[in-house]
């Protein structure tokens, strides 16, 4: 694959024994006639490949001789949508002399790409571009009105059972509907076997479209649309697979993240509920607390330094092992003699009992009680 650009020559160096440097546009982004139709080279696949150009050799006419290596690229950039190359060229090549002289003002690059259609332009887009070469060419620059060599594009297009387009005997002897324009046999659309081929569609399309064929242009996209559509959706069987199975995955999911949320919430209300207990639990803690220093200072006094530990107690178990044992030893301090007619803690009083008892009496059980309740 080649494509022409007009030579902006700038003369970088010539100061050297064996080179002189000049820079050139190597390529541009713009749509190019072709046999096959119009071939359109965006901008970012230049962008993507410009760095591809750096070391390929420079040649005469894409004669990829020994003898017509002239130099090398070395150095390129991309800029306005374009390619930039710096080239050292042999100060002793006769080209040399030509290039300064203005005789030489075209140079062409050859390259690498894939094809997709564009249904969208109407028109091939090139893809994945390699460069191979570059070439000083005399042709004229104007894209318009250049002439490419497309033998390798021909070979690669028209192969197969579409071959028979490049063969003028059987261009002659093929049946009027093989083409779209039967009277001057132009844009042929049907293989060899007579079955309509989308290469050929989408190639008439192309051309018909950069020469302004308006009738030709509609016919081709409304075969294009109407068999070449379908054979594009040959592949939406398993697409449609894929994407149902993917729904159930999504569906799954969706499941999954509903039970999850069901098991948050349940989380969350549980969470409420210890909170609860937790307030609870504290409360109890303070009145454990309170009771075992009300014990301690009835069994010790107020200045007991059991008091102070107390305050700093977190370990339940332990709190409430003290808390029952200073009660114990509170309820053993405050238990009446043996020698005293105070009934015993556990003993009934009746009003039988009380009518029965001294004045003394009545009072001792006065004082027991009140300090029971301190």
């Keep these: 694959m080649q494509v022409l650009e007009k030579l902006s020559l700038e003369l970088l160096q010539d100061n050297d024994e064996k080179f002189i440097t000049v820079k050139v546009r190597a390529i541009s982004s713009r749509k190019i006639p072709r046999f096959y139709g119009v071939l359109y080279i965006p901008p970012e696949e230049l962008q993507k490949s410009y760095k591809t150009l750096i070391g390929k050799p420079v040649l005469k006419d894409h004669n990829p001789s020994v003898d ?43 390259f690498s790409r ?44 028209l192969s197969g059972d579409i071959s028979w387009v490049k063969d003028e005997e059987k261009r002659k002897k093929a049946p009027r509907d093989y083409f779209l324009d039967p009277d001057s046999r132009k844009y042929p659309y049907k293989t060899w076997d007579g079955k309509i081929s989308c290469e ?59 039970e999850l949320k069901k098991k948050l919430e349940l989380l969350q209300k549980e969470n409420e509920e210890l909170k609860i207990y937790a307030e609870a639990g504290k409360a109890y803690i303070e009145t454990l607390k309170s009771e075992t220093k009300k014990y301690v200072k009835l069994v010790h006094g107020d200045n007991s330094p059991l008091l102070d530990m107390v305050d700093t107690l977190s370990d339940v178990k332990q709190l409430k092992a003290i808390h029952d044992e200073y009660e114990k030893l509170a309820k053993e301090k405050l238990k009446p003699s043996a020698k005293e007619s105070l009934p015993v803690e556990n003993e009934e009083l009746t009003p039988e009992k009380l009518q029965k008892m001294s004045y003394e009496e009545l009072l001792k059980l006065k004082e027991k009680f009140a300090k029971e309740v301190m």
């Design 200 to 258: 050929l569609l989408r190639r008439a399309m192309s051309l018909a479209s950069l020469h302004g064929h308006k009738q030709i242009y509609d016919r081709a996209k409304t075969l294009y649309e109407r068999h070449c559509k379908e054979k594009q959706c040959k592949g939406c069987e398993k697409f449609s697979k894929e994407v149902s199975s993917m729904s159930e995955n999504v569906e799954k999911l969706q499941e999954e993240l509903s």
């Design 68 to 110: 017509n290596v002239i130099g090398k690229v070395v150095d390129a950039e991309f800029n306005d949508n374009a390619i930039y190359a710096t080239i050292e060229i042999f100060k002793n090549d006769p080209i040399a002399e030509k290039i300064k002289n203005g005789l030489v003002n075209s140079v062409s690059v050859g």
């Design 114 to 157: 894939t094809l997709e259609w564009s249904d969208e332009e109407q028109c091939y887009v090139a893809k994945n571009i390699q460069f191979e070469e570059l070439s000083f060419v005399v042709y004229p620059a104007d894209p318009s009105a250049t002439v490419l060599s497309a033998d390798k594009d021909e070979e690669e297009f």
